[in-house]
């Protein structure tokens, strides 16, 4: 089965500062993978995915994140963070046909 | 934004009542979801439907049933409610399925089982 480990329940930066968020990935096969982010009292909104076309993938609101097959690793980046990137961000692998696999989520805390 | 709703966004209920939670979408899309959202889980799915009347079970699908009459429509059933299910519901849609469709999330229900 294939599984996502996102490192860290919590991340704090201060505005301004590099956005970090871990993904480590476990899978037998070339995975798909997802980060999403869950800004409060929402659902989930698709933030970037990796489907083997290019191994960086650049998002929406700045983010991205490179896929190293060599480290198993799917990490979330963003040079500059805002006080509007304070959400929780959710690492995710599509297990089989249509169905999706999530990590237990990483609360990034922006201070001004 | 998708055109997906979800209810009731909240319910408190007892234990051993029967509860349904509905997604509708607007989409016309082929693919629904339906998840649970637990502190320290993540998202876990619970059954997803690939077509009217056409559902599968997903990694925590005990105690939960889903029904799909019709495209737009996905119901949820939770045929005698029991304090472990206490989550938040997450519904979510998917137009063509695989990696290169997105799922489009609702705004979820908060379900509180006493």
């Known amino acids: 089965a294939q599984s996502v480990t996102q490192l860290g329940s919590h991340v704090s930066v201060s505005e301004g500062a590099l956005v970090l968020l871990r993904c480590n990935y476990s899978?037998?096969?070339?995975?798909?993978l997802f980060w999403y982010v869950q800004y409060p009292n929402q659902g989930l909104q698709l933030l970037l995915k990796?489907?083997?076309?290019?191994?960086l993938v650049k998002g929406i609101n700045g983010f991205e994140a490179e896929f190293k097959k060599s480290e198993t690793s799917f990490h979330l980046t963003k040079p500059s963070a805002h006080m509007s990137d304070a959400a929780e961000y959710f690492c995710a692998v599509e297990e089989g046909f249509q169905k999706l696999v999530f990590g237990t989520g990483t609360r990034l805390l922006v201070s001004p | 934004d998708a055109g997906i709703t979800q209810s009731p966004r909240h319910k408190v209920t007892e234990t051993g009542t029967p509860v349904t939670l509905r997604c509708h979408q607007t989409e016309n899309h082929r693919y629904m979801y339906w998840y649970r959202q637990d502190p320290g889980h993540g998202l876990r799915l619970i059954h997803y439907s690939y077509g009217v009347k056409d559902t599968d079970k997903g990694e925590v699908s005990d105690g939960y049933s889903v029904s799909r009459s019709k495209t737009e429509d996905f119901l949820l059933t939770l045929e005698s409610a029991t304090s472990s299910q206490t989550s938040v519901y997450f519904c979510?849609?998917?137009?063509?399925?695989?990696?290169?469709?997105?799922?489009?999330f609702g705004p979820g229900t908060r379900l509180t089982v006493l």
């Open positions: 899978s037998s096969v070339p995975p798909y």
């Open positions: 979510a849609i998917s137009e063509a399925g695989g990696p290169l469709s997105e799922q489009f």
């Open positions: 990796y489907t083997s076309a290019a191994t």
